[in-house]
């Protein structure tokens, strides 16, 4: 069945290091792509990054890169020299290739960039 | 370009009340979701349809309906909206690939009481 995991309910990280936010999945598509998204306070979801399960190279976007592990089912978001304006809620997503598209979430990780 | 739209942004009912959230997206997608995002809690599918004429069950799917009206526009439908539907409901289109990121509307604030 198809599952998205984050673990992490909160992180905390100092402004401009770098932090790793979790996300596990579990699904029985060999084609299917993984989504991260930020959601400000404002409630809008912003579109970060995307890796597809057949890339080979993991999926980079600014400060954003995702660390895509296929045998152990994660795909974890590396946000580089962390700014305040990172402080969101952000979530995993997942998309099967059968099954009319059916995308789901995980839970989320909020996190906060302190100064 | 407006994207995706929903109406309307806020709503309170009262238990046992119905109502249709409407949501509609001029980027000529295929597919487009509904979703209820609780505090503390990610996005949940209630309902999806990959294409006009299809619906299919999410996560959560019990307590409303859903209709496919035409390519653009899909509605979600409380019948008897109950405290527990409290929540704030997304709606989302997506392209033809499942590489295609979705795009979300500003969302509607349900408050049942």
């Known amino acids: 069945a198809q599952k998205i995991t984050q673990t992490q309910p909160g992180m905390f990280v100092q402004e401009k290091e770098a932090v790793t936010l979790d996300c596990t999945y579990d699904t029985s598509d060999q084609s299917y792509g993984l989504f991260w998204y930020k959601q400000p306070s404002s409630g809008e979801m912003i579109f970060l990054i995307y890796q597809g399960s057949y890339d080979e190279q993991n999926a980079t976007e600014g400060r954003y890169s995702l660390n895509f592990q296929k045998a152990r089912k994660s795909a974890n978001l590396v946000i580089s020299a962390s700014q305040l304006g990172d402080s969101a809620m952000y979530f995993c997503a997942m998309r099967e290739s059968t099954g009319g598209f059916k995308t789901i979430f995980g839970a989320g990780t909020r996190l906060f960039v302190k100064a | 370009n407006a994207g995706v739209t929903q109406t309307p942004k806020f709503q309170v009912l009262k238990t046992g009340q119905s109502m249709t959230l409407q949501c509609a997206q001029d980027?000529?997608?295929?597919?487009m979701y509904w979703y209820r995002q609780d505090p503390g809690m990610g996005l949940r599918l209630i309902y999806y349809s990959a294409s006009e004429g299809t619906t299919d069950k999410g996560e959560v799917p019990n307590g409303y309906n859903v209709s496919r009206l035409n390519k653009r526009e899909f509605s979600l439908r409380l019948e008897s909206a109950a405290p527990s539907q409290t929540s704030v409901y997304f709606c989302a289109s997506s392209g033809g690939l499942v590489k295609e990121t979705q795009y979300f509307g500003p969302g509607t604030r349900l408050l049942v009481l």
């Open positions: 980027m000529n997608h295929n597919s």
